[in-house]
């Protein structure tokens, strides 16, 4: 207690005293300093773990995030590693796996476990895939296979889980990846099947956006989702786990969120003996006034409402954030830039461009508080 009010002082007179002198970083509380409580730990109570995704270039350039990271998670998703364009650039050449390599050793020194993604999506492809020499419905099917177990192999229990589908379906069936395309639907089982060959141990998800809400177009996909899901056990293809990827918007969890019709979508899941990961969770503030102190609060009962819904499903297994930070955001970065009317960046995240705990912190760690038992790991 005392440790923590000294350090509490000492930061507050680093800011008073540091204001325009110092750098950022220095001005920065120290979390545990403040007596933040680690997201890892807040999780870990109800037997859940809390992760984040984040590109392992702002981890070995940002030595901040890099620490802000270590505290909080207990599991790391590389952001783009290991995704088609970056391992596969140029068809015929190896592999790239310079920045998949790092971003797992970097984890695995923080003794944190690794989710992948991902085996098929429609975007983040290379560009040959539009190129039919390379690319089509004669070779599809070997081109995933050695894809998916060059890359499994190489992090054989060292990638806890996959998302080896992604983004699969849309509120009327399937949804026409460049996979669908080639190989239709069933590409799905065939990923599956390969996956599973490749590390029986691994855990495998099928990723999905979009799930959340009380609305036509969420109820739509949901619905799909179930019957794909129910139809893959069919057949016994190894899927064990759904992503929920809740990439969530401000004005949709207020007014479009019904938390008990989005248990009983989750109890379906897991009746189906599937566990749920929350894979990608943020929160956009595009319908929020510009002023942070409103905007930080109104995301902050969001993520409140949110995930003190989940986390009643105990087969929710855990909480991966996409990114950790405003700073980096993908809803921020110059590709993706999901754009806010006047022109701010979005605060998305659970902390701040400057590494500070936000309310939606404090929300995140009362909800992980309040969760209740998870079901005992499976994978
Ligand atoms: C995003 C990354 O955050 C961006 O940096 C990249 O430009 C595009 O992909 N659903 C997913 C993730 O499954 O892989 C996406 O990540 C976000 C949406």
Redo the contacts with the bound molecule.
Sequence with gaps: METTRRGLLKAGAAVAVGAGVLGPRTLLPDAAAVGETALRTAAGRSGRYFGS?AAVLNLLTDPSYADLITRHCSVLAP??EFKWALLRPVPGQPYNFLLADQAVAWAEARGMDVRG??FT?N??NPYWFQLPQFFNPGNALAVLEEHITTVMTRYKGRVRSW?VV??ATNGAGYYPTPWAKMLGPRYIDNAFTIAHRADPDAQLVL?E?NLEYDNRYSRDRQAVMLRVLDDLQSRDVPVHALGV?A?LAHHAVRGQFDPAKHQRFLRSVASMGLKIVIT?LDITDQDLPGDVVTRDREIAVAYQRYLDCVLQVPQVEGVVS?GLSDKHS?LN?S??RFEREDGLDQRPLPFDDRMAAKPAYAATARALGRARRAAPRTR
């Design positions: 995704s952001e783009n993604n991902c999506w975007n983040s998302d992604n983004e990723n956006y990827q990439h990608e996409w993908w970065s590709e993706e």
